[in-house]
């Protein structure tokens, strides 16, 4: 069962998360947690300090957390993103999509389901932060930037 994913090179951070009020402030300070109804932007200024963000997803069809880490990804943030709470086997491959690159499930995942999800598709529809070229793009390239 997997309990904790990464696609992340190294070890995962080990820091006790803060909120974003929290976080916002103090100085040394160096993990928070977003909370859904929480702006992601007031992290902006400080995306250089941080070296995890932790998504809260309280339930399976709470969708704002890929709101949070496409916004924090499109503004630079390379540190480690981490959807946490009630994160399922199926969302994953749209969460990666979205930016994220480690998991926390509340609930451990079968280690089979996760591999399947991970690899059942080939091509992609949009276009986002994983840089992974759309099917339409692989199929118009002048279009690209048009």
């Not at 995306?47 to 924090?72: H, K, M, Q, T, W």
């Not at 930016?99 to 059942?120: I, N, Y």
Request: glycine share 8%.
């Amino acid at each position: 069962m997997v309990e904790f994913l990464s696609f992340r090179d190294g070890e995962a951070a080990q820091e006790p998360a803060v909120t974003v009020e929290s976080f916002t402030g103090q100085s040394n300070a160096t993990a928070v947690r977003i909370e859904p109804g929480e702006d992601a932007r007031e992290l902006l200024p400080h995306l250089d300090r941080l070296s995890l963000v932790e998504v809260n997803f309280p339930a399976y069809g709470d969708g704002r957390g890929y709101s949070a880490a496409r916004i924090l990804r499109e503004s630079g943030y390379q540190g480690e993103l981490r959807a946490v709470g009630d994160v399922l086997v199926d969302q994953i491959n749209a969460m990666r999509r979205c930016g994220f690159d480690s998991f926390h499930p509340a609930k451990a995942l079968d280690d089979a389901a996760v591999e399947r999800a991970l690899t059942r598709y080939a091509d992609v529809y949009q276009k986002t932060i994983d840089g992974r070229q759309p099917v339409w793009a692989k199929r118009h390239p002048e279009k690209i930037d048009g």
